[in-house]
């Protein structure tokens, strides 16, 4: 889609066709930015349900080995992974009255909620059965997602060209990601999957799961739906142009190239790090809970509450943040207060100097420097997703032709594959500080406590600190920005060379049409 300047109020209105884009205004008006967010909810559902439930599911619940669980999990996700960039790449290539995006958007509704129904809903085929059964499921449920949240992402650039705004658009989908994950969290511990006098162990409840599924269903469509039709008044329109067929190597070839794109490859960088960081805590925080801690329930039961105040924390400062610093700086800035704010508790403890596991201040003080960490560690990722959309244009400066779906598909890519180092990590990490199996919270070897937090301490150390020297190398600037646009809007514009009956045409192929 080429690219305009932003609209003046006042300027006078010309009549286009449907093949040419709508100018983009700089503000996006606030039921669009809702609604856009809002369908992350099905994204952070689907994020948190493969993250806390679905092993305790078919290992405790259905009876398949655990190992055999976190088989299935992987073989999915390493499908999933290369799936992205495939349904990026043919978003791109999407022409059709409804623009590029949304048909993508329409079409995974069903596949959603039908596959997230499944995957709670096996039926009883022996051991082999089963594990054939997960793995087919977990693969149709990371599919369906990659057909939504792949083209999702990728409306950023296409919803605004404003450099700022860009920012305060994306907020909404790690807010809205973050609370439709956090509420059916709740919803399963208080209601779902409560104990009860037949089931003490209520996570153990075959019934609860049926609920947890199709209360997931609901808010997955619901979300869909609001955000497809939401965005679509503003996005659904025939593009401009779309990149000319070619055969199937050189296209490949012309990914690659694209991916190559150096701002877009110092953001994969900082992704690196910072997801690796993310899989280590997230792999960790149990046992930091448990055997650093060592919190009551009332404690487990806040965490989540805990977590969503640090990213409404993060919602509100990171626009601000990136205003005043620029993103880029702005990042780094945000990375560095987190990893001060999330180790200094560990540091203190290690020091001496951090009250003792019992005291009444002791989890307060510790929840709200987790509060603090948390905002200020999401912000960097709000912003790296504002910068992504930056990359977009500066590719279409290079290369011709805009590939949103495709860089946005190379960082989920990135995600999913670099979280597993963290998680890796964190594997290695309990195993190499010595801390025994079964062990009792309370009476652990004080020692193996200590290894366990300076080694925690030194590795995410390491990750943070990788994160923020890649973020003040990204070479694109607010200044840089707005030439490009600049450039951008001085180019002349090819016409489509297609009849009125082919314009007039919906047309989902992979195979667009030629310039």
């Not at 990171?318 to 704010?341: C, D, E, F, N, S």
């Not at 946005?408 to 964190?426: D, E, H, P, R, S």
């Amino acid at each position: 889609m080429a690219l305009e300047r932003p609209t003046v109020r006042g300027a006078g209105k010309k009549k286009r066709s449907a093949a040419e884009p709508s100018p983009v205004a700089a503000s996006v008006p606030l039921p669009t930015k809702l609604a856009y967010g809002a369908g992350a909810i099905t994204y952070g559902i689907k994020d948190n349900g493969f993250a806390v439930f679905l092993l305790i599911f078919y290992n405790q619940v259905m009876g398949l080995p655990a190992d055999l669980v976190g088989l299935a999990v992987m073989i999915a996700l390493i499908i999933d992974a290369f799936i992205d960039p495939v349904i990026g790449h043919l978003s791109d290539r999407t022409d059709t009255r409804w623009g590029r995006r949304h048909p993508w958007i329409y079409a995974s509704i069903i596949p959603v909620g039908l596959s997230w129904f499944l995957l709670w809903h096996p039926p009883q085929r022996g051991e082999a059965g089963m594990l054939a059964y997960l793995i087919g499921s977990a693969i149709l449920v990371r599919s369906a997602l990659a057909l939504n949240e792949v083209p999702s992402l990728a409306m950023l650039p296409e919803l605004t060209q404003d450099y700022h705004e860009r920012t305060d658009v994306i907020r909404y989908r790690f807010l809205f990601g973050w609370l439709g994950g956090l509420t059916l969290l709740w919803l399963a511990y208080a209601v779902f999957l409560a104990p009860t006098p037949e089931q003490p162990a209520g996570l153990l409840r075959r019934e609860g799961y049926d609920a947890y599924a199709v209360t997931g269903v609901v808010m997955m469509t619901l979300a869909t739906l609001i955000a497809a039709i939401g965005t679509h008044k503003r996005l659904a329109r025939r593009p401009a142009r779309v990149p000319p067929r070619q055969p199937l190597r050189a296209e490949l070839a012309g990914m690659i190239a694209t991916l190559r794109n150096p701002a877009f490859l110092t953001l994969m960088g900082a992704g690196v790090f910072a997801f690796a960081n993310q899989g280590l805590n997230f792999a960790t925080s149990t046992y930091m809970q448990l055997y650093v801690w060592e919190f009551p329930r009332w404690a487990m039961t806040a965490w989540p509450f805990t977590l969503f105040a640090g990213v409404m924390l993060a919602f509100l400062i990171t626009p601000r943040v990136g205003r005043r610093l620029g993103k880029k700086r702005g990042a780094a800035a945000m990375a560095l207060i987190a990893v001060v704010l999330g180790l200094l508790p560990y540091v203190l403890r290690l020091l001496g100097l951090f009250p003792a596991n019992g005291e009444p201040e002791t989890l307060p003080i510790f929840l709200t420097m987790v509060t603090l960490a948390t905002g200020f560690g999401v912000g960097p990722m709000i912003l790296t997703g504002s910068m992504l959309a930056d990359v977009v244009e500066d590719s279409e400066l290079r290369t011709g032709h805009r590939e949103e779906g495709l860089f946005y598909a190379g960082n989920l890519f990135m995600q999913k594959c670099v979280t597993g180092i963290g998680t890796f990590a964190a594997g290695s990490l309990i195993a190499a500080v010595g801390l025994p199996r079964e062990a009792v919270p309370g009476a652990v070897d004080p020692e193996v406590i200590g290894r366990l937090m300076l080694t925690f301490t030194i590795l995410t150390a390491i990750f943070v600190g990788g994160a923020i020297a890649m973020f003040l190398r990204f070479p694109l600037d607010e200044a840089g920005h707005r030439e490009r646009l600049r450039l951008l809007a001085a180019r002349p514009q090819p016409r489509r060379a297609v009849s009125d009956e082919q314009r007039a045409a919906p047309s989902i192929s992979p195979l667009p049409l030629q310039d």
